[in-house]
T-cell receptor, first 109, second 115 residues
């Protein structure tokens, strides 16, 4: 069963920050939040992950609320190449990844 | 280069004709899995393997078989394909780790059509 909830689609203007929300209200204390994206029909690509603290890497930032029941992926300056489906995933022990249907992000010129 | 390689990338076959989709990874990962992706349904896990000779069913295992005789290979077998198995298939691998960073690496996909 899906453990995360994401809006089905979002638009973002090119050059602006894209903020993609995710709800994971049933997350347990040792479960990580991962974000992946899938461009067209290519294999999903890892973006970032976190446990409790906010995280930043060269691709994005991840903001996790203090109660860990939701998170936001931030693409600081969206480009047309960021148009993709973004998946928020809560990882169980045993390495199973449960993908939902994700958020289809369209970056508009 | 670290990668997961699937073959073939595209396949059209007829109902009932056995086929195998191969998956190989060069990262010495313990964990491997197969997903299928259908419009509106996202990625659903078919089977997974936590190490050599250890496999288990995912969410949609019916009509599929897998084997894990070697650490690097995890083939997906369709003994008698049916049209409802027409889909986009992905293989993935990762370390078997319950703590810390543990991203999965995905292959480029196999688009299967069963007529």
């Amino acid at each position: 069963d899906a453990k995360t909830t994401q809006p089905p689609s979002m638009d973002c203007a090119e050059g602006r920050a894209a903020n993609l929300p995710c709800n994971h209200s049933t997350i347990s204390g040792n479960e990580y939040v991962y974000w992946y994206r899938q461009i067209h029909s290519q294999g999903p690509q890892y973006i970032i992950h976190g446990l409790k603290n906010n995280e930043t890497n060269e691709m994005a930032s991840l903001i996790i609320t203090e109660d860990r029941k939701s998170s936001t992926l931030i693409l600081p300056h969206a480009t047309l190449r960021d148009t993709a489906v973004y998946y928020c995933i809560v990882r169980e022990s045993g390495n199973q990844f449960y993908f939902g249907t994700g958020t289809s992000l369209t970056v508009i010129p | 280069e670290a990668q997961v390689t699937q073959n073939p990338r595209y396949l059209i076959t007829v109902t009932g004709k056995k086929l195998t989709v191969t998956c190989s990874q060069n990262m010495n990962h313990e964990y491997m899995s197969w997903y299928r992706q259908d419009p509106g349904l996202g990625l659903r896990q078919i089977y997974y393997s936590m190490n050599v000779e250890v496999t288990d069913k995912g969410d949609v295992p019916e009509g599929y078989k897998v084997s894990r005789k070697e650490k690097r290979n995890f083939p997906l077998i369709l003994e008698s394909p049916s049209p409802n198995q027409t889909s986009l298939y992905f293989c993935a691998s990762s370390l078997y780790r319950t703590e810390g960073r543990n991203e999965a690496f995905f292959g480029q996909g196999t688009r299967l059509t069963v007529v």
